[in-house]
């Protein structure tokens, strides 16, 4: 099922969605390429070499006004493939998958990048290992949005192109299936551990899933992957990119820890 208008949750249910900043950007785009061959994984390619771009230039230093702009587009882009293939009315799990994909790709290369940097500036090796923690950090915080999202857009009769619990079955009938089986498999291998300890959580801490309300989808929606991009940027344009290694370990994660928290409080009342 798809809204038909290239957004994910229908217009009676949205909520303000501060990582979703690119989206009016994204809507323009769409409406300029709606009448061309431009395909969505075109535009999932496009957003990947403006990560890894960023990436490079974050690396070394240089160009840290670029970087942050990039990192920007990366993220109008990435609102814009969906968008894209929803406006058409043609979903794709295919797409949905190359979308996770390409995000995994360039988070791991933009916090190596930002873990080299560290390194190269103070010649401390426990750069690389504060990198690391940062990206699985990042990487469970946005899985923790996405997880609440895609439950919200079921609720409410959104897109329904993600599950909670991914399988090939899902795929729509203009999807090569070989290609969905394969391409699920690489995102049940990067993904499926980070999906499976995200539901666990929440299972804890409302061991009754209650209805998600917009006002706790604003607040989640902090953890999303486009405002960790633009926290980097802003952070690259003031010169300090490196720092936000230390924002996703400490504050991004007691954030989070919050989020729960409060999923567990309100489950008790």
């Not at 998600?212 to 405002?227: D, I, K, Q």
Request: hydrophobic share 55%.
């Amino acid at each position: 099922m798809t809204t038909g208008t290239g957004e994910k949750v229908p217009r009676g249910h949205a909520f303000l969605d501060l990582s979703d900043y690119a989206r009016p950007f994204a809507r323009w785009l769409v409406q300029r390429l709606l009448p061309t061959r431009v395909t969505p994984p075109q535009v999932t390619l496009a957003f990947t070499v403006a990560g890894l771009a960023a990436a490079v230039l974050l690396a070394a230093q240089r160009g840290l006004w670029l970087a942050a702009g990039l990192l920007v587009l990366k993220s109008a882009l990435d609102a814009a493939d969906g968008a894209l293939a929803r406006a058409r009315q043609h979903p794709s799990r295919v797409g949905r998958f190359l979308d996770s994909l390409a995000d995994f790709v360039v988070n791991v290369v933009l916090y190596a990048a930002l873990g080299y940097a560290g390194w190269r500036d103070t010649g401390q090796a426990g750069y690389w290992a504060l990198a690391a923690a940062a990206c699985v950090s990042a990487l469970l915080q946005v899985s923790l949005f996405n997880h609440y999202y895609v439950r919200y857009r079921a609720q409410t009769g959104g897109d329904q192109t993600s599950h909670v619990q991914e399988s090939a079955s899902a795929a729509f009938p203009w999807d090569d299936p070989r290609q969905v089986s394969l391409l699920l498999r690489l995102y049940q291998w990067v993904y499926g551990w980070q999906d499976a300890l995200v539901a666990a959580l929440d299972h804890v801490a409302n061991p009754r899933p209650a209805p998600l309300r917009p006002a706790f989808m604003t607040a989640t929606s902090v953890l999303g992957l486009g405002t960790q991009l633009l926290v980097i940027a802003i952070l690259a344009a003031l010169g300090r990119p490196v720092a936000a290694l230390w924002v996703f370990v400490v504050f991004f994660n007691l954030y989070a820890f919050g989020l729960i928290l409060v999923r567990a409080l309100a489950a008790r009342r």
